[in-house]
């Protein structure tokens, strides 16, 4: 039975109450689930959302195609854009006793016994359907109701009972019995710089059945393949992952201590070297990827974290087992890893048990409890298919009561930094070497990061009689002579926020040839208020190019910013240099110092003396720029006003589109090869928060990011009649194009599948057709761009038949169809 996949129209859409059980939950779905998929895109994690209770692809029932772009989504790409997968499927398992039986409602399982099991189902139609929001005012879900920049709320329970969809417990050979729950799963992102590294997800766990849910438990199950998506996707990409845990790191923040974090972890054995480059390349899977524990509405919890490998046969299963006189060995049935059957998973979900990390398999534990390493233990040790579950509990759930847990999934980068290391240093009877050289420290950054965007340290979110901002403590540096009084805990009450920079603006980009004109209106930008200072802190604009849509890629090109100044007061009372707490504009200081006022004149090396005639606070002073004070918009090559004569107090001066024309900005970038598209964006910046210990935060360039031709637009072709010309013509198989960088740019496919015939001066909507000269259609292009835009001009060919074969040297003939009429030519194919 096929099931009916839902994809996100690009409208907005409604909402509907959370947490209420969709209509079905407890009876058979009168259709079939409305399963889906959404991806998070707006930082550096490219995580995959599903709506029956995982995040991933791994057992997505079609194609996972990202509904907004159309291209196949990844599990995990991480970074974003860089077509490095790092994992399949990272699933919810919640076990529980319901009277006198033992009941595990699994969203996937992932063995080779049961791979298909999948217990968790949205509800069919409307109800079943993803929801998504975001805080950016200019996005297309923009809600008042948003958590996030990007938020994907998604609902599913455990009580379908279709036998289609449904499959019998191949150990206890019986149906699925439901826990009775209904699971409303949102998961938050955001794309500040601290907070680009993970994504949060947060479930609220209903009890909707009769019964109470005793000694519950809650495991996350992943198996996270790591590999660049050039690879095989076979033995050199999901058989040689590592995984473990991590209890504590040290702090990132302050030397000498240490934070619980309680981490699973997944990585790619080595970081996959290069040969050809020598070390490490674009390919290359330096990072990890981790599972962390958030917040559980209990401090007195069972941790366990088991890991096993498999593929996906009985001869080659197995993991880690602790026998103890209080823990007798319990047989899993043919394996010795994979627990197969609602009894042997409650058994894992919760018994206690921190298995040792992967790479020590070969190496006896026999000491502390477990049973010896197996046959094939080496090669386990070296990497493997490996899969862990990260469970914790216990928990009591009444009928119709709500459990909250959120968990995060982290990543970080740098994890392996020496291409040779494992090559040189690792063996698995002593891997101990080759671990030691293991950086978590960018993974324990983000995973502070994760847990401060959830609970704020230092801020009291519900305002309560007792003013409690958390916990805090005097951190004494290393060399024991200074030491600072900070937050290091919130108050306890979710707040799912953090400072933030201004939004970015919306982005319009028009197209000249050799030219893009960068148009942006500002208002909503530079009137943002702080969440926290209760302030309007906008900075100031800066503008980026980049030749592929990878963070990495973009270099600055231009940047505005107000002039202000940071002003700095000698407190003789406490002998130190304090600061303002926001900087002062140069207008502001004017006011206070004299219309003459020049604070660049007064450094930490010549302050302002007390009895200098322009103090009046008779306190030495000096002032420092904040950022580079490029305040010139009067200058047409760099970001520059539309309308310098607009008035800012005139709210009646507005463009066409409704922006007031005060804020209307432009920025030129010429002598740009038409040939080649670009990306380009814009961000915006504040000045930071002292109070929070954050320097200047600056929106995402991947907020309004846009691709780019430097032709004619649309509006050219059709009111000049431009004719339509085709580019490279002839295409030479000996041309070089992907080395210049006019095709295959991001290296994921064959040279024969990346090729590239570009058609330009196309009006908005038109039909390409490709014919061999004896008149059979080769191949036949919809070209439909009824808004226009900065793409809209232009059409690509990979020089693939209809028939899905590359052609073959040849001259061939083109035609363009159109309300403009019909244009035929020529192109020359030579391999």
Same mark, same amino acid.
């Given at each position: ?6 994809? @996100?129209?690009? !409208?907005? #859409?409604?909402?509907? =109450?959370?947490? $209420? %059980?969709? +209509? ?5 779905? /009168? ?92 509800? @069919?139609?409307? !109800?079943? #359907?993803?929801?998504? =929001?975001?805080? $950016? %005012?200019? +996005? ?5 109701? /948003? ?685």
């Amino acid at each position: 039975m096929a099931l009916l996949i839902a994809s @996100a129209p690009l !409208a907005a #859409r409604p909402d509907f =109450r959370l947490l $209420q %059980p969709p +209509s079905a939950l407890a009876k058979p779905s /009168a259709g079939l689930p409305n399963v889906s998929l959404e991806v998070h895109k707006i930082n550096r994690m490219g995580l995959a959302i599903t709506n029956n209770g995982y995040f991933g692809t791994g057992y997505f029932p079609t194609t996972p195609l990202d509904p907004e772009t159309g291209k196949q989504a990844l599990a995990c790409e991480y970074p974003l854009n860089s077509d490095i997968e790092t994992l399949w499927i990272g699933a919810l398992w919640i076990g529980a006793v319901v009277g006198r039986d033992t009941l595990v409602s699994t969203a996937a399982e992932d063995f080779y016994l049961s791979s298909n099991i999948v217990e968790f189902w949205p509800d @069919a139609g409307e !109800a079943g #359907r993803i929801i998504r =929001r975001s805080t $950016q %005012p200019f +996005s297309r879900y923009y809600s008042t109701e /948003a958590v996030s920049e990007e938020d994907i709320i998604v609902q599913y329970t455990d009580t379908l009972a279709d036998p289609s969809l449904i499959s019998m417990d191949p150990m206890d050979n019986r149906p699925h019995i439901p826990l009775n729950i209904a699971v409303t799963q949102s998961s938050y992102a955001w794309s500040y710089p601290y907070a680009e590294d993970f994504v949060l997800l947060d479930y609220k766990i209903k009890n909707i059945g009769p019964f109470p849910l005793k000694k519950l438990y809650i495991g996350i199950l992943v198996d996270a393949d790591v590999y660049h998506i050039s690879q095989d996707g076979g033995t050199g990409s999901w058989l040689d992952d590592i995984c473990g845990y991590k209890e504590v790191i040290p702090s990132p923040i302050w030397p000498g201590y240490e934070d619980t974090v309680r981490v699973a972890w997944t990585a790619d054995n080595d970081g996959d070297p290069s040969v050809a480059a020598g070390g490490y390349d674009f390919s290359s899977c330096t990072g990890v990827a981790a599972t962390r524990v958030i917040r559980t509405p209990s401090d007195s919890l069972r941790y366990s974290f088991n890991w096993w490998v498999t593929d996906y046969s009985t001869n080659n299963d197995w993991g880690p087992r602790q026998v103890t006189a209080d823990k007798p060995f319990r047989s899993f049935g043919p394996t010795m890893g994979s627990p197969v059957g609602d009894r042997n998973k409650y058994y894992v979900l919760s018994t206690p048990e921190t298995d040792y990390d992967q790479m020590e398999s070969a190496v006896p534990h026999t000491g502390a409890g477990w049973l010896p390493p197996p046959r094939d233990a080496d090669d386990y040790a070296k990497g493997q298919n490996s899969i862990y579950l990260l469970s914790f509990g216990p928990f009591d759930v009444a009928p119709e009561s709500v459990l909250p847990v959120t968990l995060s999934y982290i990543g970080g980068e740098n994890f392996h930094h020496n291409p040779r290391a494992f090559e040189d240093i690792f063996t698995p009877l002593a891997p101990g070497p080759y671990q030691s050289q293991f950086d978590f420290s960018d993974l324990g950054l983000n995973s502070m990061w994760a847990d401060w965007i959830y609970d704020n340290p230092g801020y009291d979110t519900d305002n309560d009689a007792k003013h409690d901002s958390g916990l805090a403590r005097w951190f004494v540096n290393t060399t024991g002579t200074d030491s600072t009084y900070a937050f290091f805990k919130g108050d306890g009450v979710p707040d799912f926020r953090g400072a933030a920079p201004p939004p970015s603006p919306r982005l319009k980009v028009l197209t000249e040839y050799g030219k893009l004109i960068l148009r942006w209106n500002g208002q909503t930008t530079e009137n943002a208020v702080d969440i926290f200072s209760k302030t309007k802190d906008f900075e100031g604009y800066k503008v980026y190019y980049g030749e592929d849509n990878r963070f990495s890629d973009f270099v600055l090109l231009a940047t505005y910013d107000q002039r202000d100044y940071n002003r700095y007061q000698w407190n003789s009372l406490l002998q130190r240099w304090e600061n303002s707490p926001a900087p002062l504009t140069y207008d502001s200081l004017q006011i206070i110092y004299g219309a003459a006022f020049d604070p660049d004149l007064y450094t930490a090396e010549s302050p302002m003396a007390p009895d200098d005639p322009q103090n009046p606070d008779n306190v030495y002073t000096y002032f420092t720029p904040q950022d580079w004070n490029q305040s010139d918009l009067s200058n047409p090559t760099g970001i520059h006003r539309v309308y310098p004569e607009a008035d800012r107090n005139d709210l009646a001066d507005t463009t066409e589109e409704g922006y007031h024309r005060y804020y209307e900005y432009e920025y030129v970038i010429d002598n740009l090869p038409p040939s080649r598209p670009v990306y380009v964006a814009v961000t915006a910046f504040d000045y930071g928060s002292r109070s929070y210990f954050l320097t200047a935060l600056e929106s995402s360039v991947m907020t309004n990011a846009t691709l780019a031709y430097p032709m004619a637009g649309t509006d050219a072709v059709e009111n000049e009649g431009l004719s339509v010309y085709v580019f490279p013509n002839p295409y030479r198989i000996d041309g070089g194009y992907a080395r210049a960088g006019y095709e295959n740019r991001d290296r994921t496919k064959s040279a024969e599948r990346s090729r590239a015939v570009h058609f330009a001066n196309l009006p908005r909507i038109c039909t390409i057709r490709i014919y061999t000269v004896s008149g059979d259609l080769v191949q036949q292009i919809d070209h439909y761009q009824p808004e226009g835009g900065p793409q809209a001009m232009q059409e690509t060919w990979n020089l693939i038949s209809r028939n899905t074969q590359a052609i073959t040297t040849g001259l061939y003939i083109w035609s363009v169809t159109s309300p403009m009429g019909d244009q035929l030519g020529k192109l020359l194919i030579i391999k």
